[in-house]
């Protein structure tokens, strides 16, 4: 069953400070966040933002995961291609929070909130779907390793078969007898919509479950997965590091802020995703030539 979160009414926000002439420390509230900022946050590296070039994967070749890619709304998303500020991520995660109310069924109210200089940002599901390009509507999946009791399409043992897993340690399953169209699928999860750092290829129990929704054709809200990662981001150990990057830019940019004395990292060639890349999963995406598969277990780093 596909459902709506319902619209709020639009987060009315103090006028935004001049950052640039604000004192680094007068960004946060206390001593303790300007420590932690300083010894935790900054200290995070920034998980490569990654985009998909036009024409990498044919339509008519792989219409599958086109359709699949199409019905979650993330078309965008794949291409979606923005600079990005270090600075600013790490200070907003210092005091980023998740406030949700809403109930099972999607009553309620939702917000992302974070305070700099004193002033508190909270942008609701509406506001995210709409800054990101997404939709706000479908099954509220937060991400870990239990799905929630209404997404009742899901069950574990019938994924793995469907999907044809085999079972690695740790919990994990090799993509080896995937067809094509659904390992590009995890591709695009791993490296766009939950980035992570390390190996992208082994697939986790959270992989498992957003996955099988998209094959099963049930309908995400992935503007409130999303949210929920950032918030992830913000807790786990500084090596997992900070993600999303571009998409906190077009948040910084809808809120206004002032984004001039920030050190921007321009987004290009070196972060598109590539043959080479897709060739890592063992299957020869070849445009001109037909596709191969190879021996050995694709597992891409």
């Known amino acids: 069953m596909v459902r709506k979160t319902p619209a709020t009414k639009r987060s009315r926000n103090t006028q935004p400070p001049p950052l640039s002439n604000v004192p680094l420390r007068q960004w946060f509230a206390n001593e303790a966040l300007w420590r932690h900022f300083q010894d935790f946050y900054m200290k995070k590296p920034i998980l490569k933002p990654r985009y998909l070039p036009e024409g990498l994967i044919p339509e008519d070749r792989y219409q599958v995961f086109w359709r699949l890619i199409e019905k979650q709304h993330l078309r965008g998303l794949l291409f979606f291609k923005e600079r990005y500020y270090p600075r600013l991520m790490a200070a907003a995660s210092t005091t980023l929070r998740i406030q949700n109310n809403?109930?099972?069924?999607?009553?309620?109210?939702?917000?992302?909130?974070?305070?700099?200089?004193?002033?508190?940002?909270?942008?609701?599901?509406?506001?995210?779907?709409?800054?990101?390009?997404?939709?706000?509507?479908?099954?509220?999946?937060?991400?870990?390793?239990?799905?929630?009791?209404?997404?009742?399409?899901?069950?574990?043992?019938?994924?793995?078969?469907?999907?044809?897993?085999?079972?690695?340690?740790?919990?994990?399953?090799?993509?080896?007898?995937?067809?094509?169209?659904?390992?590009?699928?995890?591709?695009?999860?791993?490296?766009?919509?939950?980035?992570?750092?390390?190996?992208?290829?082994?697939?986790?129990?959270?992989?498992?479950?957003?996955?099988w929704a998209m094959v099963d054709e049930v309908k995400l809200n992935c503007s409130f997965l999303i949210a929920y990662e950032l918030y992830y981001y913000t807790i786990h150990q500084i090596e997992s590091g900070l993600g999303h990057s571009m998409l906190w830019t077009k948040v910084f940019e809808y809120l206004g802020l002032d984004l001039s004395g920030e050190q921007a990292i321009t987004v290009g060639e070196d972060n598109a995703i590539t043959q080479r890349q897709l060739n890592q999963m063992r299957r020869n995406l070849n445009i001109a030539g037909a596709e191969s598969v190879a021996d050995e277990a694709g597992e891409w780093g």
Request: aromatic residues 10%; contains cysteine; charged residues 15%.
């Open 102 to 211: 809403l109930d099972e069924n999607g009553n309620g109210e939702f917000h992302l909130v974070f305070w700099l200089a004193s002033v508190k940002y909270a942008l609701n599901l509406d506001e995210l779907a709409s800054i990101w390009g997404l939709q706000n509507c479908g099954e509220l999946y937060k991400g870990g390793r239990d799905p929630p009791n209404y997404m009742g399409c899901y069950y574990h043992e019938q994924a793995i078969q469907a999907l044809h897993l085999t079972g690695l340690s740790g919990g994990k399953y090799s993509v080896r007898n995937m067809t094509t169209d659904h390992r590009l699928l995890h591709f695009m999860i791993s490296y766009v919509l939950l980035p992570r750092a390390g190996n992208h290829g082994p697939i986790s129990e959270e992989d498992l479950i957003i996955l």
